[in-house]
């Protein structure tokens, strides 16, 4: 399975099905909040159909109960990894994955990762405004650590601080990595970028590429140099 997650920042079902129509073999992709919101979760359905893989990614945050029943749903639309924020704690952590369990019926629940810190969340912000004491990689460990305890199977992190929570979490914990930029991009809006070549050394295991991918003159050359790096 690819080790690239394109990032579908899109707003309508049109763009979405003209922008897959171009890859022959499945693909991983991201549909967040933006295309979720646009199109509802029938979208899910729609790529699913195109035989690719789903990260469904709406940061669930609530409390326990209502966070196992939400997950209990998104299970039973077959999407391959969804989230929730680690900032929900441990119980609400334990509960969306056991309503990943009965969503799934039996079957392969789909993989559960944790948001830690978002890419776009400076020290200072995490400091001041969050009133988060410490380092920005000394709340991200902490959040993984929770994350492992109530049985996630990885966190999303940026690319600098993979290494560090493999060390922590062991190998087998999933570190999913967006804010990555081909060297010649914007960063845009994002804090803490890197490209796929750090991503690649940094033991990431998953990437998510947005924009590096979906306004590339040739998106599908492009996803594939791409995934050539993190598979090479």
């Given at each position: ?12 079902k ?6 897959l129509k ?35 990614d ?53 993989l559960c ?22 380092s ?11 994350a ?19 060390e ?5 914990f999933?570190t999913?990595?967006?804010?990555i ?52």
């Amino acid at each position: 399975m690819s080790k690239t997650i394109v990032a579908l920042d899109f707003s309508s079902k049109e763009e979405v099905v003209d922008f897959l129509k171009q890859f022959t073999e499945p693909v991983y992709v991201k549909i967040g909040m933006e295309l979720t919101y646009a199109c509802g979760l029938e979208i899910v359905e729609t790529v699913k159909k195109m035989g690719h893989h789903i990260f469904l990614d709406l940061k669930l945050h609530d409390i326990p109960n209502t966070v196992k029943g939400g997950m209990k749903n998104l299970a039973r639309l077959g999407v391959d990894m969804t989230n929730v924020h680690c900032g929900g704690g441990i119980a609400m952590m334990k509960a969306a994955v056991e309503g990943l369990k009965e969503g799934a019926q039996g079957g392969e629940r789909p993989l559960c990762i944790g948001v830690t810190q978002l890419t776009s969340t400076s020290q200072e912000a995490m400091n001041e405004e969050l009133g988060i004491e410490g380092s920005v990689i000394d709340c991200v460990l902490h959040y993984a650590q929770n994350a492992k305890a109530a049985g996630l199977d990885g966190v999303v992190c940026s690319v600098h601080e993979a290494k560090k929570i493999h060390e922590v979490c062991g190998d087998d914990f999933l570190t999913v990595t967006p804010g990555i930029r081909l060297a010649s991009d914007s960063v845009d809006d994002q804090k803490r970028v890197a490209t796929p070549q750090l991503a690649k050394e940094e033991g990431c295991d998953y990437i998510v590429v947005g924009r590096s991918i979906t306004k590339a003159n040739d998106p599908k050359a492009t996803y594939e140099q791409i995934e050539a790096i993190m598979e090479g």
